[in-house]
Nanobody, 123 residues
Framework: QVQLVESGGGLVQAGGSLRLSCAASGRTFSYFGVGWFRQVPGKEREFVAG????????KYADSVKGRFSISRDYDKNAVYLQMNSLKPEDTAIYYC????????????????WGQGTQVTVSS
């Protein structure tokens, strides 16, 4: 059993930065890969970034590559998404999720989900 809670969302101007946090409960969290997803009204949830259990590998959607960075802090049982050079099209609800797979992109592959945090980028 793993519980995830996202935080750090908010309103930011285009070109600005924001860091999202995914805090996890559970002793086994370090054995899970973690993905960040985002969703806007009327569209399906899309993969943004992923990191493996050991943080040896990461993966990014083409739309955020070079701007976003995913990382883990095992002491804090947390995963972060550093978002730089934000654009209005990054506006969405962002979710973190945990899986026992390897850098999966389909949401259906993930076993646990947080409640989401809103990110709004103004022009």
């Amino acid at each position: 059993q793993v519980q995830l809670v996202e935080s750090g969302g908010g309103l930011v101007q285009a070109g600005g930065s924001l860091r999202l946090s995914c805090a996890a409960s559970g002793r086994t969290f370090s054995y899970f890969g973690v993905g960040w997803f985002r969703q806007v009204p009327g569209k399906e949830r899309e993969f943004v970034a992923g990191i493996t259990a050991t943080a040896s590998y990461t993966k990014y959607a083409d739309s955020v590559k070079g701007r976003f960075s995913i990382s883990r802090d095992y002491d804090k049982n947390a995963v972060y998404l550093q978002m730089n050079s934000l654009k209005p099209e990054d506006t969405a609800i962002y979710y973190c999720a945990a899986e026992k797979g390897f850098l999966s992109t389909p949401p259906s592959r993930y076993d646990y989900w947080g409640q989401g945090t809103q990110v709004t980028v103004s022009s």
